[in-house]
């Protein structure tokens, strides 16, 4: 299967895709959810129409166009919509801040940045003039797009930037679909699994880890315009949730709620970022779901993953362990000096394999001329203490400490 919601849409038209139970009143009641039901064949449609209208702007292959807003079937669609053109589809995190926001634009040159009416706040920050709110794309009257030529890998498919609006790493459509696959193999990801989404579109483990793996799959994504840990267990239980994949605040808030009980009754694992609260854990537990710890990053937003029966918060006193790399990701420990540990051993984590960003993403006019930052600078230019990887001879030098036991399970220190 290939990264192609066209041939989803044929496989299984009538499918359900994606729930978007976002209320529609701004001040609706806790727990209130609406279910708009998108299939498989309008979720193409709709990137098909979002293609057109984009073309009608003059944007096409080699382009990149930037999205500020929430969570909305419409991000989904767009980033379906830049495959098509060969364009490159660049989520902007509308948690940024005024000043934060205008660093993901140091190195990004868009064609066409999109935001909703709601960010425009955030969108008066943007060095760039040339925005479209959503409703008004909605309204371009569209452009044939030639559909015979198929997407390359010349420029990123996506690209996407840390919390603080830098790096920006950038990814094939090769490696998005080899952290797809990452699911599958990991956690038995498969089309009859309903998801929720409890991190932003403009995150790695949001798009890539969970919307775009359910989709590959040919799932149901319960989304969210913001999480809400009421709202969620709601959905959970009225859609009889299989799988539950969030960062540990997620996981833990969505075990405090009343409705708790009910959300979990058709849940049958659940994938937990970051060391799980102790009492989170044993609440899933206490239902018979096993819980698995994943590590990721910007650069590589599934690399390790322990199994459904490891402990993942680390009660055991040691670290809370993340397993072992998934299939197709090679992880390393190296010491001060660079020299490749061993064994059991302690030291900076070192990362490669297919479903790693190819790169950071460098300002147009580089003496090199390629997408990537060249990998000898990776991310030395920045001064934040956030900002520690690079790329070196096709390892992502994270800048974590972790540790290795006899096993060959990995720790972060």
């Not at 009538?14 to 998108?38: F, G, K, Q, W």
């Not at 840990?229 to 075990?255: F, H, Q, S, V, Y």
């Not at 660079?338 to 064994?343: A, D, H, I, S, T």
């Amino acid at each position: 299967m290939t990264l192609s919601l066209a041939r989803r849409a044929e496989q299984f038209p009538d499918r359900t895709a994606v729930i978007d139970i976002s209320e529609r009143r701004l001040y609706a009641p806790a727990e209130t959810i609406h279910e708009d039901r998108v299939s498989y064949r309008e979720l193409s449609t709709v990137a098909d129409r979002i293609a057109e209208r984009l073309a009608a702007r003059e944007v096409g292959a080699g382009d990149t166009v930037c999205l500020v807003t929430r969570n909305r079937v419409a991000a989904l669609a767009l980033f379906f919509a830049c495959r098509r053109l060969g364009a490159t589809f660049a989520p902007i995190s509308h948690l940024l801040t005024p000043a934060t926001v205008e660093r993901p634009f140091d190195v990004l040159e868009p064609e066409l940045v999109v935001a909703e009416a709601a960010q425009r706040d955030l969108v008066r920050s943007i060095p760039f003039d040339r925005v479209v709110t959503l409703e008004a794309l909605a309204e371009t009257e569209g452009e044939p797009i030639d559909r015979s030529e198929q997407p390359t890998d010349a420029t990123p498919t996506l690209v996407l930037h840390g919390e603080t609006g830098r790096p920006v790493a950038g990814y094939s459509a090769t490696a998005i679909e080899r952290n797809c696959i990452t699911g599958v193999v990991a956690w038995g990801l498969a089309a009859n699994d309903v998801v929720p989404l409890t991190t932003p579109l403009s995150t790695p483990d949001g798009l890539v880890r969970v919307a775009l793996s359910v989709l590959y799959v040919g799932g149901t994504l319960l989304l969210d315009r913001a999480f809400d840990p009421g709202d969620a267990t709601t959905a959970m239980a009225a859609e009889n949730a299989t799988l539950l994949l969030g960062r540990e605040r997620a996981i833990r808030d969505i075990a405090a709620e009343s409705g708790f009980d009910d959300a979990v009754d058709s849940l049958e694992r659940v994938v937990c970022e970051g060391p799980a609260d102790d009492e989170a854990v044993a609440a899933y537990r206490d239902h018979d779901v096993p819980v698995a710890p994943v590590y990721g990053c910007l650069e590589c937003p599934t690399a390790m993953s322990g199994g459904f029966d490891t402990d993942p918060s680390g009660s055991d006193g040691d670290g809370a362990p993340v397993g072992h790399p998934v299939p197709g990701c090679r992880a390393r420990l190296v010491d001060e000096e660079g020299m490749v540990l061993e064994g059991v051993a302690e030291g900076q984590l070192q990362l490669s394999g297919p479903m790693l960003a190819d790169g950071y993403v460098s300002a147009l006019g580089t003496d090199d001329g390629d997408w990537y930052e060249p990998a000898e600078r990776g991310r030395a230019k920045y001064d934040e203490a956030d900002d520690l990887g690079r790329f070196t001879d096709g390892w992502f030098h994270t800048g974590e400490q972790f540790s290795r036991d006899e096993s060959g399970i990995y720790r972060p220190q």
